[in-house]
Nanobody, 119 residues
Framework: QVQLVESGGGLVQAGDSLRLSCAAS?????LGWFRQAPGKEREFVAA????????YYADSVKGRFIISRDNAKNTGYLQMNSLKPEDTAVYYC???????????????WGQGTQVTVSS
């Protein structure tokens, strides 16, 4: 069983930055970040391979968000820059045996952290 705990969410203004963290009980999984806004489906944001050498982003965040990981600390990160009101959502960290953008491929999920961006 893999346990994931997100932190770092909060209320910021448009244009600000936030860094989310995902503390994992193990480091041997691919990590992904997803988000879910009220009334919308959970959507893919970014994914990173086990080594950290490969990353992939949703078009909506490409160039603004950076996913990374520190396997020595069993922690993943999502650096979010130039935040927009449409980035407002609950952000979830997830772990998978497969490097994927499909949320169905992720077996383990954190509890989520709220990010609110005001205009």
């Amino acid at each position: 069983q893999v346990q994931l705990v997100e932190s770092g969410g909060g209320l910021v203004q448009a244009g600000d930055s936030l860094r989310l963290s995902c503390a994992a009980s193990v480091s041997s999984y691919r990590l992904g970040w997803f988000r879910q806004a009220p009334g919308k489906e959970r959507e893919f944001v970014a994914a990173i391979s086990r080594s950290g050498g490969s990353t992939y982003y949703a078009d909506s965040v490409k160039g603004r968000f950076i996913i990374s990981r520190d396997n020595a600390k069993n922690t993943g990160y999502l650096q979010m820059n130039s935040l927009k009101p449409e980035d407002t959502a609950v952000y979830y960290c997830a772990a998978s045996n497969i490097y994927s953008t499909d949320r169905a491929r992720y077996d383990y999920w954190g509890q989520g952290t709220q990010v609110t961006v005001s205009s």
